[in-house]
């Protein structure tokens, strides 16, 4: 069955191939629930120190 997102997924994977060696993707560093939310924390303190 093919529907209206086969096409994007399609070019997505395409281009996914065609510049894996490029986006280096091996190496990306591992993303963790904990990283991300003491980023946001971080943020979220510079934002209000400079308004404040």
């Known amino acids: 069955m093919i529907d209206e ?3 994007l997924a399609d ?3 395409n281009l ?3 510049y894996a060696s490029d986006l280096d ?3 990306l ?3 963790t ?3 991300h939310v003491e ?3 971080d943020e979220a ?3 209000k120190n400079a308004y404040c």
Request: charged letters at 40%; proline letters at 4%.
């Open 5 to 7: 997102w086969s096409g």
């Open 45 to 47: 303190e510079e934002l």
């Open 33 to 35: 629930i904990d990283n």
């Open 29 to 31: 560093p591992d993303i």
């Open 39 to 41: 980023d946001g924390r």
């Open 25 to 27: 993707i091996e190496n």
């Open 11 to 13: 070019m997505f994977s």
């Open 16 to 18: 996914i191939e065609k």
